[in-house]
């Protein structure tokens, strides 16, 4: 059986996998538990989350059946934060929860959205989820990657930049009063609280990023679409052009990239790319390993 994770900044998407030895799988188990960043969570909280939420998931996912050691013949593990530095601690911690294996390995959620939707192939991978990266892969490494610097230097194109760009322009009058009230009805805050939001609570790039579902229910307003199209124009311009490779599609997994799709070719189109497989979970590809 083969175990597959794909970690973001706020939740973890979980496979259970059984391989039949002949390139076929038959997909046992699907769960999920909050985001796992090793660059921002110690030892004890990645355990809790382990040991916690994920074994338990995964228990009720096999009705009860306890896991014994072994019965997980590999794991592989993609998520935000896990950088060279971290693919052993975190190799470490899964083996502590799952059971030592030999096929235990993390990566990057990068390396993990580039193997899901290139498979073999060479092109270019974005993740346009809460927060954004992308990259040119070669069908078995990242050859480059233009650093995407979070949610305040960069991340153009995620949930995050969306959502503070939304606010920017609600405020600032560039969107109709209309879809302001609107906005606060919805969400029962005034300007003061948003800010109080934004500024002194835990996690505002989440916060941010979770204002998708109103953008989206908006998008028949012609200046929040504009908004919208304008983020992905500018995360290709910034992030994609200096690959210099518009002879390849570009393709992307994560919410923003799946629900804003039409708002994302277009502008990929009047930037010069095609567009190749836009999935929400890297996990829905058939190239998942």
Not at 38 to 58: F, K, T, V, W, Y
Not at 75 to 81: K, L, V
Not at 178 to 201: D, G, H, P, S, W
Not at 207 to 213: D, F, I, Q, V
Request: proline residues 5%; glycine residues 8%; negative net charge.
């Amino acid at each position: 059986m083969i175990l597959i994770a794909d970690s973001g900044s706020t939740k973890t998407d979980w496979m259970l996998k059984h391989s039949a030895g002949d390139d076929s799988h038959r997909v046992i188990a699907r769960f999920q538990t909050q985001g796992i960043n090793p660059i921002h969570m110690s030892d004890a909280q990645i355990s809790s989350i382990l040991n916690g939420e994920a074994l338990r998931a995964l228990t009720l996912s096999l009705e009860g059946t306890p896991l014994d050691a072994g019965r997980i013949s590999s794991i592989h593990f993609y998520g935000s934060g896990v950088r060279a530095d971290q693919e052993e601690r975190m190799v470490r911690l899964l083996g502590e929860a799952f059971g030592p294996s030999p096929a235990t390995e993390a990566h990057s959620d990068l390396l993990g959205a580039a193997r899901a939707l290139c498979g073999r192939a060479e092109g270019l991978a974005c993740i346009l989820g809460t927060g954004s990266n992308s990259c040119l892969f070669d069908g078995s490494r990242i050859v480059a990657n233009t650093p995407p610097l979070g949610y305040i230097l960069g991340d153009e194109g995620s949930g995050a930049v969306l959502g503070k760009l939304f606010l920017n322009a609600l405020y600032k009058g560039v969107i109709g009063s209309e879809t302001k009230k609107a906005f606060e009805e919805e969400n029962r805050m005034t300007l003061a609280e948003v800010i109080e939001r934004v500024y002194r609570q835990p996690l505002p790039n989440r916060w941010l990023a979770s204002l998708s579902p109103f953008i989206h229910s908006r998008l028949s307003d012609p200046a929040v679409e504009a908004l919208v199209t304008d983020s992905f124009s500018t995360f290709i311009a910034r992030n994609i052009d200096p690959y210099r490779r518009r002879d390849l599609p570009i393709n992307a997994v994560g919410s923003i990239a799946f629900y804003y799709k039409e708002q994302l070719c277009q502008a990929a189109a009047e930037a010069g790319y095609a567009v190749g497989r836009i999935v929400r979970s890297p996990l829905e590809c058939p190239c998942a390993s």
